[in-house]
């Protein structure tokens, strides 16, 4: 297999989500420290969207996080992404939820970036509300989906949760939440997780 390279930065959740599949797969990436917002023009050219992460393979670049996920999957054991029936929907499923809360919590931190006059309350509750209810979503499903299992759901659950004790600790996602709270707290022990967490002064 020719070189893998991860353009990517230590706070994008989405990249945190590539670098944990890659980990537990024991596949080497070499990481490339890419900021987005200077607009590099390697990323660009990488992924014409200038977004992180894009992964860089065998002569082609793949972009986004679950695309690039997915060609990882197919690199190596363990699989983490079920090949077929019911399990594999459940587990894609999962991602895009989790993602979903990713994209919402994400957008609120734009949001809020902006000058106070330009802020727009109504986008952000909205924002606020939808990561909520997919957090008693997450909750619901955690015995099933999440608690006990290694594959890219309960993955892009621990990322998620994980990006809002990073940057929104106040939404506090564990209140209420036991089920979920309990299968994050026993996937973060794991090695790949401890080793990407975003730095503490970002
Ligand atoms: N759907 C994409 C989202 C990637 C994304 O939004 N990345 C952010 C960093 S966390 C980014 O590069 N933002 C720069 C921009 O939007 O221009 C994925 O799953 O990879």
Redesign the pocket.
Known sequence: MTGLTLLY?D?????R??RIVALEKGLDLELQATP??GDPSN?QQANP??????LVADGETF??????CEYLDTLASPHLIPAEGQSRFRVLRLQALV?GV??AA?AMR?ERMREESLHWDVWFDRYRRAIMRSLDEMDRRASDEIAGRMDLGAIGAAVATGYLDFRWPDIEWRRGRPALSEAIDALSVRDSFKATLPPDNA
């Open positions: 930065t706070t994008s959740p989405y990249a989500k590539v987005p917002l990323l969207l200038g977004k992180v992460p894009a972009y986004d996080s679950p695309v690039i993602d990713l994209d994400v734009i």
